[in-house]
């Protein structure tokens, strides 16, 4: 099996979770990497996605994982033959699947276009109530592990897949409190079980 | 201008429904460059349409092939179209993002007439003036116009500088050429290129008309001749399609088996149009075939034309696809006449729907329109697909065609009723499902039936209830809205005074008038009041001595044989397919089939 990291990035964060899948089985193909499909009535090809991102969040740490045979030139062959802003940046051979959807448990985020403010304060709350895109009430302040700010830029680590918060929601609960608007999300590192 | 930078719309883009129709970036996009020649391929529905239309992207290799640029543009969804204006950001190309204004042409695809508005609301979008008086003299892109609808041009020559009647794989290149030894769009450079075939220059011809409204002559150049391309074996066609960001309409690799059809069903305008059959082969096919599905990755081909059942190799090509290409690609082989059922098998297994198109419920009405089908014929079809496992049909037909009364509609329900039985004869697993869609006949130019008048209103109300009062129990029936079939009707049979009308509906808000969900007949209404026209006048009966709107346009078919076959439909007479000899339409001296090679 194939383990690999990839972008999305240049217009490629526009691209939804699922077009995102037939795009990587088209890399895969074009690129002449056979993949094993799945058995029984509806085939599918063997192809293993981290969670979904949200639409227009840009990252440089996406994670799938494809059944297929691994060979040297992976990286260079997937590169060629795959949409703008999807490009292969490493590439394992691994014995199972990592299943990248239950191993990442947190990831990092960068953020610019927000107004400044004094990050102890959110961190120092308890309990931060907001209501999600399904209109629930949700206490995300458990899902913030870290928030920084690095050359004007807001850096911050948010629970991922179980606990699971999008940036884009974090994001635009701290405009609301403090103003700015996000002018790029990007996530650059993903934490967890088998990554590199 | 600069590009049109992604980030500075970002906001936008996230309120939008699916934003990676507007990103750009898809794998197999033509790397633009700005060249000598920049042309854009505007297409006037959404990108998941546009982009599964074959006709851009051979004309923009047609460009590519003369190292000029070519890049394409889509009609954005409303949302995305009010977002660019509230930001005052001007349309953009795909590619290059470049401002719709840089280019040196637009090339708009004029695939159904219901896109008309779409055409207006892109000029818009682009902060170019829609009507070509306005742009004279500026620094404009040419606004030019092709595809199956450009044969009646008059209804959008207000606004087009240059309409291209054929086929376009190589007249539009031409014209750029002409274009840059000229320097632009003078003088010269507009009597040099409505002097090519395939070319119409609508400045350089006005149509005068009676006082009844019927056309009384044509001033200036009143004879235009289609372009057409005799060899489609050595013709452009892409090796390799820009895959989309987005699910589209046909998410597969093309071939185009064939052009044209030899059937002369007499209600199909693109039977006509299209003529003569020009096929490509299997050689050709396979090859091109290999070449997409390296160069797109798609798991499917699709072999279209507008009757691939009519190959005459079509077992040897799908022998030699199934030979070349990787075992796991599928084959699709849409508009398979009842006749050919069998190839369909060849199909993806997982198919359990079957589509039938009869058009007419009774042999004599089939007659009439030259559909060389039997019921006997429909009715084995569907037995053969019952038993290998097929448990759905769907049946296509048109209401509204001359000379139909209600004993044609009683016949749709006896197929019905035929069906029904032939599938309870047996013991089957799942329950059957048959479902009928009716459309509204449109009497098209260049068709045997340009003459006639379309059924009104009431007459088609009364056939739809008819229908649903005597439609077989268990029978899902679906059915097109009045008012559209009228406007594409009064559209495709215009002339020139409609250009006005057309401005008013976009400026009334009408857009996507081909989405039923979008569609703004009140819009259109008002525009017909407010210019003072009425609509009515466009679908009534022409007189066969009658000058037409259309008819300085030539599509080499002979007005006489069109006639001659009017004649015959009112008499009930089937004319047949070429298969079974000429027919005499008047393409004979450039007709393959007519030749002998079919």
Redesign the interface.
């Known amino acids: 099996m194939i383990a690999f990291k990839y972008t999305k990035t240049d217009g490629a964060e526009y691209i939804s979770h699922l077009d995102m899948l037939r795009h990587i089985d088209r890399t895969l193909r074009r690129a002449g990497i056979e993949v094993e499909y799945s058995q029984g009535y509806h085939k599918h090809p063997r192809i293993f996605m981290g969670n979904p991102l949200a639409l227009g969040v840009k990252s440089v740490c996406e994670y799938c994982t494809a059944d297929a045979r691994y060979t040297q030139d992976f990286i260079q062959l997937f590169n060629e033959n795959s949409p703008g802003g999807v490009k292969c940046l490493e590439a394992r051979d691994v014995k199972q699947n990592p299943n990248f959807a239950e191993s990442i448990r947190a990831c990092r985020y960068e953020a610019a276009g927000i107004a400044p403010f004094d990050e102890r304060e959110i961190l120092a709350k308890s309990s931060i109530v907001i209501t999600d895109m399904r209109g629930r009430e949700v206490d995300i302040r458990p899902r913030i592990s870290g928030i920084e700010w690095r050359k004007g830029r807001l850096i911050f680590t948010l629970g991922c897949g179980e606990n699971n918060l999008r940036p884009d929601l974090f994001c635009n609960y701290i405009c609301g409190i403090y103003g700015g608007e996000p002018a790029e999300i990007v996530k650059t590192a993903s934490f967890g079980e088998n990554i590199f | 201008m600069k590009p049109v930078n ?2 500075s719309l ?2 936008l ?2 309120k939008c429904e ?3 129709r ?6 197999g ?1 033509p790397g633009c460059e700005w060249g000598k020649f920049n042309f854009c391929a505007c297409f006037p529905d959404l990108y998941e349409v546009g982009m599964s239309n074959i006709g851009i992207k051979i004309v923009a290799r047609s460009f590519e092939e003369r190292c000029m640029c070519a890049d394409f543009c889509f009609a954005p969804a409303r949302d995305f179209g009010q977002g660019l204006k509230e930001l005052d950001v001007p349309l953009y190309s795909l590619s290059l993002k470049a401002p719709l204004k840089d280019f040196d042409m637009l090339g708009f695809s004029l695939q159904y007439e219901l896109c008309y508005t779409n055409m207006l609301y892109m000029l818009d979008l682009a902060g170019i003036p829609l009507r070509r008086e306005e742009r004279r003299g500026g620094s404009w892109p040419l606004i030019v116009a092709g595809g199956p609808c450009a044969v009646n041009p008059e209804p959008l020559a207000d606004f087009v500088d240059v309409f291209f009647i054929g086929d376009g794989e190589s007249v539009d290149a031409d014209v750029a050429e002409i274009y840059l030894k000229h320097g632009g769009a003078t003088e010269g450079f507009y009597r040099e290129i409505s002097a090519l075939d395939g070319v119409y220059v609508p400045a350089f011809t006005t149509p005068v008309y009676n006082g009844d409204g019927s056309v009384d002559r044509f001033d200036g150049i009143k004879h235009i001749k289609k372009a057409l391309v005799c060899d489609l074996d050595g013709a452009i066609y892409p090796d390799r399609f820009a ?1 989309p ?3 589209s309409v046909h998410d597969r690799a093309v071939l185009e088996v064939m052009r044209g059809c030899y059937r002369g069903c007499r209600f199909c305008q693109a039977g006509f149009i299209y003529r003569p059959v020009r096929k490509r082969g299997v050689q050709t096919l396979t090859r091109q075939a290999s070449e997409l599905i ?6 499917e081909v699709s072999l279209n034309s507008l009757s691939t059942g009519d190959y005459g190799k079509l077992s040897e090509l799908i022998r030699s696809l199934k030979e070349n290409l ?1 075992p ?1 690609v599928t084959l699709a082989l849409p508009s398979l006449r009842v006749d050919s059922f069998e190839e369909d098998f060849a199909q993806d297994a ?1 198919k359990t729907s079957l589509t039938f198109a009869p058009e007419a419920g009774t042999q004599r009405l089939r007659d009439v329109i030259n559909k060389d089908v039997t019921e006997e014929e429909v009715l084995r079809a569907a037995k053969r697909a019952f038993d290998a496992g097929y448990s759905a049909v769907k049946l296509y037909f048109m209401l509204g065609l001359p000379t139909e009364t209600d004993e044609d509609l009683e016949g749709i329900c006896e197929i019905c009723k035929k069906i029904k039985l032939l599938y309870s004869a047996e013991k089957r697993k799942k329950a059957l499902r048959i479902s009928v869609s009716v459309a509204t006949f449109v009497p098209k130019p260049f068709t045997p039936f340009q003459w006639e008048r379309q059924a009104g209103e009431q007459e088609v109300k009364h056939k739809q209830e008819y229908l649903m009062r005597n439609l077989p129990r268990g029978v899902k029936f679906s059915w097109s809205a009045f008012y559209p079939s009228f406007l594409e009707a009064v559209l495709a049979r215009g002339d020139r005074r409609l250009g006005k009308v057309i401005e008013y509906a976009y400026k009334n808000g009408c857009t996507f008038d081909g989405w039923d969900n979008l569609f703004n007949e009140e819009g259109w209404k008002k525009a017909f009041d407010d210019c003072g026209i009425c609509g009515e006048q466009y679908v009534r009966g022409r007189g066969e001595d009658e000058l037409l709107p259309w008819d300085h346009i030539d599509v080499m078919v002979d007005k006489s044989f069109l006639l001659r076959e009017r004649q015959r439909a009112y008499a009930g007479k089937v004319t047949g397919s070429c298969h079974g000899g000429c027919k005499g339409c008047g393409m004979q001296s450039v007709c393959p089939a007519a030749r002998g090679e079919i």
């Open positions: 992604l980030d970002r906001k883009l996230l699916k934003p990676s507007y990103t750009g970036g898809e794998y996009a895959v960001n987005c699910e390296k160069h797109t990755g798609y798991g990787p796991e997982r």
